[in-house]
């Protein structure tokens, strides 16, 4: 700890005479020097940002007209939020956390249908109920007809995915008001696990819904159980949302807690694959570790210990040091945080901060500050051999966020993709792509929780691409990586970019063992080598650790 660093921790802050407001809210608190300081989770590696869920590709006020199959033919104004591969509709721009509350209607994306009318479009879904969508601005139609085709492309996989349903006992853990068991009639589809006060009537998708878990936002799903949660059910499944909202579905039986566990599993590998942050198959570069160790992680809920494995891919964690299996991983994973597209900085309370593509602030913290500064030196070492790799063979790398510019005019959902001879920006709002070639690029900066990218067009006029989002960072840096990769390769080749050097499943003497032994050349760190990877039921090759009980 800081020296100048008096005490630090959780606390609740309530406002007290002289503040406006008198609410409650829990902060992290910062006594340094002559200052107390206090930070909500996410601004203590962030300067203050306006936040939106990456998952959201769209949202807006339309008109809504029911048309065949539906009962209402009237017109209506509604808030809609295209998320993942459903379409939700507000009687009111909703309030976190009450989303519930202003729910109008949903439709489920794959199996529907999209036309385009003037200044309206034609929204068919699988169950054969129609409703028009109508703006007086003939370019908000087109950004939302350009969203929904964005959207209903990648739902094209999950019609042949049958809904897993059911019912579960539910109670909320940390962060929730209520933490009471609750039977309730699940439904798990695309990227949501609807629950309701009881089975759902198909028509009427809405009627007695009682809330949903978005599966892009599960940050931990956990099948152990642990006399720390203070379950007094058995055969229970822990998710956690976001790293900061609990909760606990109970089933009838260890064979039904293992269905449900398998399919929610099953589901969130789906939408990686489907709608990834990462545009980029990894599945020929090998999965090693690096460096394994305890650590405290920082969360809403206060700091807890766990055991940390640094790999040539991901962060893995594990409640212990006993549910980690060198060989495979382990299937007792509490979290994962892929390296690619995420950024490691030291935070002003000496602890670590890894900032994923999703917009999520992981905190660790070790012993001591030297072991700090090693975690966090491997961890930069190995995210630079990654993509340095990934440069070699010419790999793309595409990144989304829903942004804002500089001023916080909304962007929309934006896609930065990076290749060895350029980089392009695709705005999705209104189907824009800016091309910018590498050797263009003056230079890239992060500055108040902007990225900014700043580069010459052609006429020796200075221009910028601006993105202000809560994972800005992590594009910054991701980029600057790749550049700095990109310029070693030319240096190598005396400014020339060679050809793509050969891909794993191509080059039969390129072994596990090599992989290790190129990492443990840079950060210099004895490796244990898992045992070759599984194939997969369609004949890919997939990790053993892809079976493991955790996505983050």
Not at 111 to 140: C, F, M, W, Y
Not at 206 to 214: A, N, R, S, V
Request: charged share 25%.
């Amino acid at each position: 700890m800081s020296q100048n660093i008096l005490a630090s921790g959780w606390l609740d802050k309530t406002g007290g005479a002289g503040h406006g407001h008198k609410n409650t809210r829990r902060r992290w608190f910062v006594l340094k020097g002559l200052t107390l300081l206090y930070y909500g989770v996410d601004e203590l590696s962030h300067s203050s940002i306006t936040t939106m869920s990456q998952n959201i590709l769209a949202s807006g006020w339309l008109d809504k007209t029911g048309g065949a199959g539906h009962g209402h033919k009237n017109t209506r104004r509604r808030w809609f939020v295209l998320k993942g591969l459903t379409l939700l509709y507000y009687g009111d721009k909703p309030t976190e956390g009450k989303e519930i509350d202003a729910l109008k209607g949903m439709v489920y994306l794959p199996g529907s249908k999209l036309t385009t009318q003037e200044h309206s479009l034609s929204l068919v879904s699988a169950a054969k109920r129609e409703i028009i969508l109508s703006t007086p601005n003939e370019a908000d139609v087109k950004s939302w007809e350009a969203a929904l085709q964005f959207s209903l492309k990648r739902a094209e996989v999950f019609q042949t995915l049958t809904p897993t349903e059911g019912s579960l006992l539910k109670r909320g853990g940390k962060g929730h008001k209520f933490q009471n068991w609750k039977k309730r009639h699940f439904v798990l589809k695309g990227n949501t696990l609807l629950y309701y006060e009881k089975a759902a009537n198909e028509a009427k998708e809405i009627q007695g819904l009682k809330g949903w878990i978005d599966l892009t936002e599960i940050t931990q799903l956990v099948k152990t159980e642990d006399p720390e949660d203070g379950c007094d059910k058995p055969h229970y499944i822990k998710i956690v949302v976001n790293n900061d909202k609990e909760y606990f579905l109970a089933a009838s039986s260890a064979e039904e807690k293992a269905k449900w566990f398998k399919a929610i599993r099953k589901q969130m590998r789906f939408l990686s694959e489907e709608f990834q942050l990462i545009g980029l198959s990894l599945k020929d570069y090998e999965e090693v570790p690096v460096r394994t160790g305890a650590m405290t992680r920082r969360t809403n809920f206060g700091l807890e210990k766990f055991f940390f494995v640094l790999t040539t891919l991901n962060i893995r964690i594990y409640k212990t040091e006993k549910d980690y299996v060198p060989t495979d991983f382990g299937k007792r994973l509490v979290g994962v945080i892929p390296l690619l597209g995420a950024a490691v900085q030291e935070t002003i309370d000496n602890f670590m901060a890894v900032n994923d593509m999703k917009g999520h602030s992981h905190f660790f913290t070790t012993e001591s500050p030297v072991q700090n500064a090693e975690w966090l030196t491997e961890m930069g070492d190995t995210r630079a051999k990654l993509i340095e790799a990934l440069v070699r063979r010419d790999c793309s790398i595409s990144l989304s966020s829903n942004a804002f510019d500089a001023k916080n005019n909304p962007l929309g959902f934006v896609t930065v993709t990076i290749k060895r001879e350029c980089l392009s920006v695709f705005y999705l709002k209104n189907s824009a792509t800016i091309e910018i070639p590498l050797s263009m690029i003056m230079r890239i900066q992060f500055q108040d929780g902007t990225f900014i990218i700043l580069f010459d067009d052609g006429k020796k006029k200075e221009k910028r691409v601006e993105l202000r989002a809560t994972n800005s960072i992590a594009l910054y840096d991701t980029t600057s990586r790749v550049i700095t990769a990109v310029a070693t390769l030319m240096k190598e080749h005396n400014g020339e970019i060679p050809p793509p050097s050969p891909r794993k499943n191509k080059s039969p003497r390129h072994t596990v063992a090599e992989d290790a032994d190129q990492i443990k050349s840079v950060v210099g760190n004895k490796l244990e080598v898992p045992k070759t990877r599984k194939k997969a039921s369609d004949g890919s090759k997939r990790s053993s650790a892809d079976d493991s009980g955790s996505s983050s």
